[in-house]
């Protein structure tokens, strides 16, 4: 912003810019900005759109904290002291990989600072805000915020103090947020309900809540905050017949969420927990939760119970503290069995995926490990997984799918004998998932289990719905579900599957509520106007169906850690007096009218259909009305138990591998498609019974455990065929190698360089980590992870220290814990979520966690350490006044090498560096000179370069040289590559074919684009042959020399004599050539000569398209030419002649047949004669033909009459001419003519006709008699 008048307007301070003279004005306030600018000379030239910057000379200066052509990207560290300035990232969409910082502090502080949100939308998963409470990243995370806010939220940060961290990834760009603050504030000013304290709201009577926004009953038989004639009873709400809720606010034929008001210390805020209820079904349950993800810095109990009767919370205290327990996990999950909680499985230490499973006495409150957790045979379970879900049949536990670290989404049902304590599984023709939400379905004959959504792998959130028979069936059911989701939660109630939460992709929390009507077979869209949809908007939570018949949803996540309870109280069936009325509550029950009066559904009894359902012709399950469902609208596809008759329904299709019947434009589980005609059912039989698809396996890990399938890896994707497939690409592959070493020559060996046939197959996973395919989970260091010789396709998260899958980084970090990533290995320095291996100070605040101590050499030496803005967060470290810096830097930046100059200004900030000493150069010494390498950031050395002679530089930091002849490789130019022979040291050479042209392409790549000379070499083996040398070089000139070796120079024998023939002569885009004759006394060819030409080509810059080559080609005989030559002419004259006279001879006989074929053709058409009396000289005035020639359709005809020419008065014509002439005439045929003039079928008579042996020879037939 430019204030008017040039000056700087007194609200709007001036503000320090490094490496700048000047002053300029901004709305954006920076602590300590001390310096002062000129104006005029800042403002000299416009700068269109400099947003946080100053304009000079054209280009736009930024102020600390911001970057980019028009300073409009936030990056690096911004404190901030005045609560008049917006938080943001920018003035436009956010880029990527930005890291932006901002401390916020208030020295003055005695109550807590509040931000507000006006404004936020990131990318849901990938880009994090995260809030601390302090001034540092080591104090209480408050938040991790991502997605989009529909509207304004607040926040508090207790201390009055808060450090804020944006990171962004690569991907998608984003609006970004806008924040604003308010120093010695709480959120929402408590509703005005509250007094604000350091530790936030402290509410008057009747009101609570973080900002007391819950009102409650406080004095009985009073109205209080109950509305609809409700009043006040034991601490809450009694409402009056019709509305219920907790402020009797809602109708009973709608259902209601309320904000469970709970008494004492909260202590759930987690996420991914697990929660189970203790009880006999009514007021005086318990719900138990164990584990559970938590942000830094927050205290949190292993287990926490809350009594729904107490409405507290009660952390257990073990028997005894000192006893084996198991660390804290989450993605896990517990049941209860016989009075014991049962925990497997899950993420502990927030990198470890176990397989552990423990029991906790619930009399005796101690843990014991029943399995552990080093299973190496990923043959038998237990697998570790996390995101599964477990359930209790009997004595069994089934844990259904979840994520392995090794085999990924596991397609695995995994049962625990309870009694037996053994481990079995099954398998499934279906992709594992995580995060997936299921129920146990136990009061019908047949129990069974309901699937719905997670995360398979390789795609986006599912949202499928699968029904799991105990059995072992597994089909996938056609619901048309509204959401994808995963990390959701669903519950058995009232004979519903009801689901809550969930992650929903881009939109991040899902904040409705699905209900699946199992009887109907149909989803269930419920009222909105019955809940606060925020209040739902969450993932991570969990949900137990408790007390008297209601719904508890605890904890989860929504950029915060909720630690609220809501519960559901569902529609009341009585409330519907006509069957209209019953059969339209949808409010989590399902209704059915019975003996005149609306009662709730219960699937154990039969119910008959009443009159009026009779009469409609309405279809019904059980006496249930499904207006919407597909039992009565569309063909059940499920109601099919063979392909041909599934695919003879229209619209249903076989899925062969389940045996299932579904609507034809939905996926089978195994994502084949679906089969639609009934002629592909013979196939579908055979793969019925066919073992899991190898296709269905997405590593080496889960391909070697089916025996049918093996690893191949192919240059172009590894995957995972049948041992047949390989058998036949490996074969095919032989059989090229050996076709190309073929032609190549017969000095080559013609054997494979794979092993023959048959591969040993084996299930032993440990030869994936031999064939360079290992788990991205195996590796414990950045570099383990980044190293493609050993795995593909992985991601190293520094700030957890744990390397996975790409396609898992969702489903590993759904909280925010990974605060950046690493997927290449150069980036592992510099990511590094250690301070100690950051050497400068801009390195080091790269990191939230870091500062610098410098050492006040004044020369830029320092270490980087764990702090915050108050200093080193070891407080054992003793620093100088002066020397700690977190949200700046040392003027004297030169790591160690070299002192600064003096500062021309007393305000300068930044200064610069003398001659660099220590083989260092570059603005700060940060690098090595030419020919030397290392690192030479923070005092450390540089080594020269170690490169056998063969380049003049190499890389400053690894020491790999920069090799400039071609053919010479490896770190320290000590090797020759393929095809090139001769001593390093030397140079390599490669040897020319004669009469070959050899092209080399080198390009300005890492490869090519330091090579500055090639040797080649040639021997000519023909003795009395001479030799042309041609070179072309394009995009660029090179230097050429030519020397000469030989045996026998001048007729005389020696040895090794060699002759210059070129010196520094220039090849460009014309090319050079040279010719050496064979009887040239001065050169001898041939394999006793043992002539050898050798070519340096030198002195040429990348791209540069180099072509060479070595020709002997004998000399022309001009005579001997010429005489072939006329001779050929001579033949093919007479053999032209020949087929010249050969072809007239045919035409000549061609037309003769022709006319042949017309004369037999006249002759066979039909004739008759008429007889015509002329006697006679009375007239006819109509005109009657002597015969009529019908068109085809008989619709119009030729007419044919017999016409007397004109005589000119006399009796006869005159002498020689014809009295009578013959006329035709097309006309139109009368009905009666029809009948008379349709000819009887004539095809005896075509095929009596006359015909010559000839018209049956195919190439002497007329063209047009073969058209008759």
Not at 396 to 414: A, D, E, R, T
Not at 1046 to 1063: E, W, Y
Request: hydrophobic letters at 30%; one cysteine or more; glycine letters at 8%.
């Amino acid at each position: 912003m430019r204030p008017a008048g040039g000056r700087c307007a007194p609200d709007l301070p001036c503000i320090s810019l490094l490496l700048f003279l000047g002053c300029f004005c901004s709305t954006l306030v920076l602590a300590h900005s001390e310096v002062r600018f000129d104006l005029e000379k800042a403002l000299t030239h416009d700068c269109p759109g400099c947003y946080n910057g100053a304009c000079v000379n054209g280009s736009c200066v930024c102020v600390p904290g911001w970057i980019g052509k028009q300073c409009d990207q936030c990056f690096g560290r911004i404190k901030i002291t005045n609560q008049s300035t917006e938080i943001i990232d920018g003035p436009k969409s956010y880029q990527s990989l930005q890291k932006c910082t901002w401390i916020v502090e208030n020295e003055a502080a005695t109550l807590p600072t509040t931000f507000r949100f006006n404004s936020f939308t990131t990318e849901c998963g990938w880009d994090f805000l995260y809030i601390y409470n302090g001034k540092g990243v080591y104090q209480e995370q408050l938040a991790a915020l991502c997605g989009k806010m529909e509207k304004p939220i607040e926040l508090m940060a207790p201390s009055g103090n808060a450090v804020l961290y944006f990171v962004t990834d690569m991907a998608a760009n984003y609006p970004g947020f806008n924040i604003s603050f308010e120093f010695d504030r709480c959120p929402y000013n408590c509703n005005d309900h509250g007094t604000c304290k350091v530790d936030g709201c402290h509410c008057e009577d009747g009101y609570s809540g973080s900002s007391c926004e819950t009102a409650h009953c406080v004095a009985d038989e009073n109205p209080g905050p109950c509305l609809n004639k409700g009043f006040c009873d034991s601490g809450k709400c009694n409402c009056t017949s019709g509305y219920h809720g907790m402020y009797c606010q809602q109708p009973i034929a709608l259902p209601i969420w309320n904000p469970v008001v709970v008494t004492g210390e909260t202590t759930v805020q987690r996420a991914s927990h697990a929660s189970i209820v203790d009880g006999l079904g009514d007021d005086n349950d318990v719900i138990w939760t164990v584990g559970g993800y938590g942000f830094s810095g927050v205290k949190q109990d292993m287990i926490v119970t809350f009594n729904l009767s107490t409405r507290a919370w009660t952390p257990i205290q073990l028997a005894d503290e000192g006893s084996h327990q198991p660390e804290n996990r989450y993605d896990h999950t517990v049941v209860k069995y016989k009075n014991q909680l049962y925990m497997f499985g899950g993420v502990k230490e927030g990198k470890e995926v176990t397989s552990e499973l423990w029991v906790f006495h619930m009399a005796s409150r101690t843990w014991e490990l029943v399995s552990h957790g080093n299973n190496t045979n990923l043959e038998v379970p237990p697998w570790a997984v996390a995101g599964h879900t477990a359930h209790v049949v009997k004595q069994k536990m089934y844990v259904i799918f979840g994520y392995n670290p090794l085999l990924q989404q596991l397609p695995h049902v995994q049962v625990y004998d309870f009694e037996e304590k053994q481990w079995t599984h099954t398998e499934y023709q279906t992709y594992g998932r995580f995060g997936h939400a299921s129920i146990l379905v136990e009061d019908v004959p047949e129990p069974y289990i309901l699937i719905h959504g997670g995360k398979p792998l390789h795609s986006n959130v599912s949202d499928d719905l699968i029904q799991l028979k105990l059995t072992g069936e597994m089909k996938k059911l056609s619901s048309n579900p509204p959401n994808r989701l995963m990390l959701h939660r669903a519950v058995y109630f009232n004979n519903l599957m009801i689901l809550t939460g969930g992650n929903i992709a881009d939109d991040c929390f899902n904040e409705e509520m699905m209900i699946y009507d199992i009887a109907c077979e149909s989803w269930v869209q419920p009222d909105r106007t019955s809940f606060k949809q925020s209040e739902l908007a969450r993932y991570g939570h969990t949900a137990v169906v408790a007390g008297k018949e209601k719904i508890y949803v605890i904890g989860g996540f929504n950029g915060t850690m909720r630690a609220n309870i809501i519960e559901f109280h569902a529609a009341k069936c009585h409330s519907a007096s006509r069957p209209e009325e019953c059969q339209n509550i949808n409010g989590g029950v399902r209704c059915v009218y019975i003996d005149s009066k609306c009662q709730k559904y219960d699937n154990t009894r039969s119910v008959k259909p009443d009159f009026i359902a009779v009469v409609k012709n309405e279809r019904r399950a059980n006496g249930v009305y499904c207006p919407e469902s597909k039992l009565k609208n569309v063909p059940v596809c499920g109601e099919q138990k063979d392909c041909v008759a599934c695919t003879s329904q229209n619209g249903c299709g076989w899925c062969p591998t389940e045996n299932q019947c579904l609507p034809s434009d939905e996926l089978c589980l195994d994502t084949q498609a679906i089969l639609t005609t009934w002629e592909k059912c013979a196939a579908a039989v055979s793969a019925a019974g066919s073992p899991r698809p190898c296709a269905m396996a997405h590593n080496c890990y889960s391909c070697k455990l089916l025996p049918h399938c093996n690893w191949y890896i192919d240059a172009a994707r590894p995957q995972c065929i049948t041992v047949e497939e390989e058998a036949f690409l490996l074969n095919e592959r032989r059989a090229k190698e050996l076709d190309n070493l073929t032609k190549i020559g017969s000095g080559f060996p013609k054997t494979p360089h794979f092993y023959p046939l048959p591969l040993p197959q084996t299930p032993n996973v440990t030869l994936c980590t031999l064939a360079g395919q290992a788990a991205c989970e195996e590796a414990t260091s950045c570099s383990a992870c980044m190293d493609e010789e050993q795995r593909k396709g992985c991601m190293w998260c520094p700030s957890t220290e744990r390397c996975i899958n790409q396609e898992a980084y969702t489903i590993a970090f759904a909280y925010g814990q990974c605060q950046s990533w690493v997927n290449e290995a150069s980036k592992c320095g510099r990511e590094s979520a250690t301070c100690q291996d950051h050497k400068t100070c801009q390195e080091c605040q790269s990191q939230p966690g870091c500062g610098w101590i410098d050492d006040g050499s004044e020369t830029g030496l320092g270490d980087c350490v764990q702090g915050s803005d108050n200093g080193p967060r070891n407080s054992s470290i003793e620093v100088a006044d002066g020397q700690w810096f977190f949200t700046a830097c040392p003027a004297c930046q030169c790591n160690g090498h070299a002192t600064c100059e003096k500062p021309s200004r007393s305000d300068q900030k930044t200064l610069q560096c003398k001659a660099c000493s220590n083989n260092t150069t570059g603005e700060h010494c940060r690098y090595c000179a030419p020919g030397f390498f290392g690192d030479a950031r923070n005092g450390g050395t540089c080594k020269l370069c170690e490169c056998n002679g063969q380049a003049e530089d190499c890389d400053n930091e690894t020491g790999a040289c920069y090799c400039m002849t071609k053919g010479v490789v490896g770190e320290h130019c000590d090797r020759c590559d393929t095809k090139y022979i001769g001593n390093v040291t030397a140079g390599d050479i490669y040897e020319l074919a004669v009469d070959f042209i050899f092209t080399f392409k080198l390009k300005n790549d890492n490869q090519d684009k330091h090579v500055n000379e090639i040797f080649l070499f040639s021997t000519p083996y023909k003795r009395d042959t001479d030799v042309t040398f041609q070179i072309h070089c394009e995009n660029g000139t090179a230097q050429v020399a030519l020397n000469l070796t030989s045996n026998i120079f001048d007729g005389h024998l020696g040895f090794g004599h060699t002759k210059q023939m070129m010196v520094h002569t220039t090849c460009d885009s014309k090319g050079l050539r040279r010719v050496y004759l064979a009887n040239d006394p001065g050169y001898a060819f041939g394999t006793d000569a043992n002539t050898t030409f050798y070519v340096k080509v030198s002195n040429f810059t990348t791209p540069i398209t180099i072509q060479v080559s070595f020709a002997q080609s004998p000399p022309i005989n001009w005579v001997l030419f010429f005489v072939i030559f006329a001779a050929c002419f001579i033949v093919l004259l007479v053999v032209a002649g020949l087929l010249w006279m050969i072809k007239l001879r045919i035409e000549v006989y061609r037309r003769n047949q022709n006319r042949i074929n017309e004369i037999e053709h006249m002759a066979s058409r039909p004739f008759s004669s008429v007889r015509l009396e002329l006697t006679n000289p009375y007239t006819n005035s109509i005109a009657t033909p002597i015969s009529i020639e019908p068109c085809a359709g008989y619709k119009a005809g030729v007419y044919t009459l017999a016409v007397r020419l004109p005589t000119g008065g006399r009796q006869t014509t005159p002498n020689g001419t014809s009295g009578l002439a013959v006329a035709s005439a097309l006309c139109m045929l009368t009905p009666s003519q029809l009948g008379v003039l349709t000819a009887p079928d004539n095809s005896d008579n075509r095929n009596n006709r006359k015909r010559h042996f000839r018209s049956f020879i195919p190439f002497l037939r007329n063209n047009s008699e073969t058209q008759m």
